[in-house]
């Protein structure tokens, strides 16, 4: 069975880093893309990007580069999405999900919530 | 970046009722539209990819339909566990896009 299991809330000083995990199970870790996505109350969903972990190819929205780095650890078989700078408009929610083979996102994690405040 | 223009952006239904929510890309995304439901407090959940695909396991009820520029989620009796936010997705470019959402309540 296909899991996506997501670290907990964070609570973070704006400036600062915040790295969240995506920790999956059941699959093959390094052949499938993981995405992932941002929501904001009254913002809807944002597409932030994608990791192929086998390889460590990424793609990114625009608006999110020099703000999420993703990387992944075949090892335990985790992605990861590291966000900087952190200031009041990244306290969001923060979903990571499987993009399968034929095309769609068919597992979500549960979301990670990062409020950032001072 | 490929704008999705969601309708409406709120509505009442009966239960037993069609509804249909509707997606305009700003360009044509050759069927690779996907819906998805969000419950309050949950992820989201696929219901249909590639334009018309049903996810294994959603209920038949569940329709997506469209080409070119232009999709749409019928549900064609509606439920009260239905009620939520619905949002369609293109993923023919980079970046994927989201539609605003459809926040469906009973009626």
């Known amino acids: 069975q296909v899991q996506l299991q997501q670290s907990g809330s964070e609570l973070m000083k704006p400036g600062a880093s915040v790295k969240i995990s995506c920790k999956t199970t059941g699959y093959t870790f390094s052949s499938y893309w993981i995405e992932w996505v941002k929501q904001r109350p009254g913002h809807g969903l944002e597409w932030i990007g994608e990791i192929l972990p086998g390889s460590g190819s990424t793609n990114y929205n625009e608006k999110f580069k020099g703000k999420a780095t993703f990387t992944a650890d075949t090892s335990s078989n985790t992605a990861y999405m590291q966000l900087s700078s952190l200031t009041s408009e990244d306290s969001a929610v923060y979903y990571c999900?499987?993009?399968?083979?034929?095309?769609?996102?068919?597992?979500w994690g549960a979301g990670t919530t990062v409020t950032v405040s001072s | 970046d490929i704008k999705m223009t969601q309708s409406p952006s709120s509505m009442y239904a009966s239960l037993g009722e069609r509804v249909i929510i509707t997606c305009r890309a700003r360009q044509d995304i050759n069927n690779y539209s996907s819906w998805f439901q969000q419950k309050p407090g949950k992820s989201p959940k696929t219901l249909i990819y590639?334009?018309?695909i049903l996810v294994d396991g959603v209920p038949s009820r569940f329709c997506g339909s469209g080409s070119g520029q232009d999709y749409s989620l019928t549900i064609s009796s509606l439920e009260f566990e239905d009620m939520g936010i619905y949002y369609c997705?293109?993923?023919?470019?980079?970046?994927?896009?989201f539609g605003s959402g459809t926040k469906l309540e009973i009626k």
């Open positions: 999900a499987r993009l399968e083979e034929m095309g769609y996102f068919d597992v």
């Open positions: 997705l293109q993923y023919d470019e980079f970046p994927f896009t």
């Open positions: 590639r334009a018309n």
